[in-house]
């Protein structure tokens, strides 16, 4: 998802969909971590077994993100983390 905070470093940015149809493909498996509270010590953890509502977040979000102020916007749009275990 397009979150802008690539700072245009990034060759390609893959959405939350992407990265879960490659990942499956793989031998591992995946937890995808929500950080934007992570200042406030909580962090949202997902496993794999979960990702088709985090998929659909990620499709009505992008529906609907145009329409979202920018300084709001990032609220909608979580910093991931995806850790990886063999």
Known sequence: MKGGSSLGLHI?????????????????????????????????????????????YERVIQKIIRFIPKPIDKIFIPPLLFQLKK
Do not use: C, G, H
């Not at 940015?13 to 406030?40: G, M, Q, S």
């Not at 010590?41 to 997902?46: D, H, N, R």
């Open 12 to 56: 390609k940015e893959y959405t939350v969909r992407e990265l879960d149809a490659i990942l499956k493909n793989t031998k591992f498996r995946y937890t995808w971590y929500d950080l934007r509270f992570y200042k406030l010590k909580l962090i949202v953890k997902i496993n794999q077994s979960l990702m088709a509502p985090v998929v659909l």
